[in-house]
């Protein structure tokens, strides 16, 4: 099958084909994203961390998560996307008491340096205390070189340049996760469902067409076909989406989460909705489509730009919370 196809819902699969658990409790740790801010309070859903004397939360241009779903009374662990710099992710998962023993799953939502960049690292490190054999999940294509192409002018630098590649055989010879690439909506842990391809369906949710990708010999543009979001169902509240850059589009993401579950109503979307840089009509279409939906809470970070953030901010003023790094947003059925 052609990527178009992909992107244009070929082999996806059937409203409702997921039949996700509801879970009782769902706790989403930030633990590094482009902004922190020790003078934001504790707001409605989100538990800020207070740094005191001695201690600082890092942030950076990066992504990385530690969720717990529990399910029946049990607790389950996973990790997703693991941030860019070694030094400042690794001390803020000390300060958040991140427990690499009760990890059951890790997964990558697609192949960008500052969602993968750390997680060679972190296996190294914490190689005596994850479990051997411990499943990673990807989407397709995660293990290709990637490129961007800026345009002279905006930035000090210009033309192609190389975003590095994720190598499936560096993450193998380490001998500590088991790699599972995945194209369908698949469970991680017990109440946490992976999107699987996410189906294009908005008009004006095109990606960058400065991002690209290695093909064979071929430099092509990436379509972020196997890029990965995240699903929940929340007892008696609805859907949380979790995202990380939703090069998919935030949209064609949250449409996808409510057509294999068969749930309409969404409860929270949180997460990158890479919108920085984009044109003021794109941004202003995903906001009435985001309201149109009409989640609970909306959480833009990571990768959605200023501009977009405060114009969520502006749009849904009762909905809105401004993210943070070392923020754990708690659901509770």
């Known amino acids: ?12 699969v059937s409203y409702g084909s997921v039949k ?15 902004y922190y801010d020790c003078l934001r309070p504790n707001y409605k859903i989100a538990r800020r961390y207070f740094i005191i004397p001695g201690t600082s939360i890092h942030s950076e241009h990066g992504l990385a998560y530690y969720i717990e779903s ?14 860019l710099d070694f030094q400042g992710v690794s001390r803020n998962m000390e300060l958040l008491d991140i427990d690499f023993r009760r990890l059951e799953a890790l997964g990558i939502s697609h192949g960008h340096f500052d969602h993968w960049g ?19 999940y990807v989407g397709e294509e995660t293990f290709s070189q990637r ?46 469902y992976l999107t699987g391809n996410i189906e294009r369906v908005t008009e004006y949710e095109k990606g960058s067409p400065i991002l690209l990708i290695k093909r064979g010999n071929q430099i092509q543009p990436d379509l972020f076909i196997g890029e990965q979001s995240l699903v929940f169902n929340v007892k008696g509240k609805g859907l949380v989406v979790v995202s990380s850059c939703a090069h998919a589009g935030i949209v064609n993401t949250v449409k996808h989460a ?20 984009a044109r003021p009509e794109v941004i202003q279409r995903t906001i009435a489509d985001i309201k149109a939906i ?12 200023f501009e977009a953030v405060t114009a969520f901010q502006r749009e849904m003023p009762g909905q809105f919370i ?5 923020t754990r947003y708690i659901f509770t059925a």
């Open 322 to 326: 401004i993210n943070t790094a070392g």
């Open 20 to 34: 996700i658990p509801e879970i009782e409790k769902l706790v989403v740790t930030v633990i590094t994203d482009n």
């Open 258 to 277: 409510q057509k294999i579950t068969g749930i309409d109503k969404i409860h929270a979307v949180i997460g990158g909705f890479h919108l920085s840089g």
């Open 147 to 192: 490129f961007a192409n800026l345009p002279a002018g905006p930035f000090e630098v210009s033309g192609l340049i190389d975003l590095e590649q994720l190598r499936r055989e560096e993450i193998e010879s380490l001998g500590t996760v088991k790699i599972v690439e995945i194209k369908e909506p698949t469970p991680i842990v017990p109440g946490a």
């Open 1 to 12: 099958m052609m990527a178009g196809d992909l992107l244009k819902g070929g082999g996806t």
């Open 118 to 136: 750390n997680l060679v690292s972190i296996l190294k490190h914490n190689r005596t205390k994850i479990r051997k054999g411990i499943p990673l």
């Open 70 to 83: 529990v399910v029946d009374g049990k607790s389950n662990a996973f990790m997703f996307d693991y941030g």
């Open 294 to 305: 009409n989640p609970d809470y909306i959480v833009p970070m990571h990768c959605t730009g």
